[in-house]
């Protein structure tokens, strides 16, 4: 069984800065796909960034939705079974609930990183409010 917990959500003012931690507990951790996803108010949920890192090579593989690159950037630190997303320069459209999810490699995931219907595992989410 994996569970997923997040943490690290809150207000700020455009502009600002937030980092959510995702803490990860499970038997394929080490070759699992994980990733954040965002859903605010009436809209559908939406890939934000997702991250693999092929266990003993130097291989990663990341994506990220255009509407945050080159602000938020992803990572995922395997011995401390963690997944981050630091958020810069936030803006008042990233206001929603902030989800991580994981799911094992597969054929077709990479390829497929930021869309939810790949992820099997889910947090309960954080928020994340912006303010202008």
């Known amino acids: 069984q994996v569970q997923l917990v997040e943490s690290g959500g809150g207000s700020v003012q455009a502009g600002g800065s937030l980092r959510l931690s995702c803490a990860a507990s499970?038997?394929?951790?080490?070759?699992?796909?994980m990733a954040w996803f965002r859903q605010a108010p009436g809209k559908e949920r939406e890939g934000v960034a997702a991250?693999?890192?092929?266990?003993?090579?130097?291989?990663?593989?990341?994506d990220y939705a255009d509407s945050v690159k080159g602000r938020f950037t992803i990572s995922q630190d395997n011995a401390k079974d963690a997944v981050y997303l630091q958020m810069n320069n936030l803006k008042p459209e990233d206001t929603a609930m902030y989800y991580c999810?994981?799911?094992?490699?597969?054929?077709?995931?990479?390829?497929?990183?930021?869309?939810?219907?790949?992820?099997?595992?889910w947090g309960q989410g954080t928020q994340v409010t912006v303010s202008s």
């Open positions: 999810a994981a799911t094992p490699l597969s054929a077709g995931t990479l390829e497929a990183m930021l869309e939810a219907l790949e992820y099997n595992y």
């Open positions: 499970g038997s394929f951790r080490s070759r699992a796909i």
């Open positions: 991250i693999y890192i092929d266990p003993g090579s130097p291989n990663i593989a990341e």
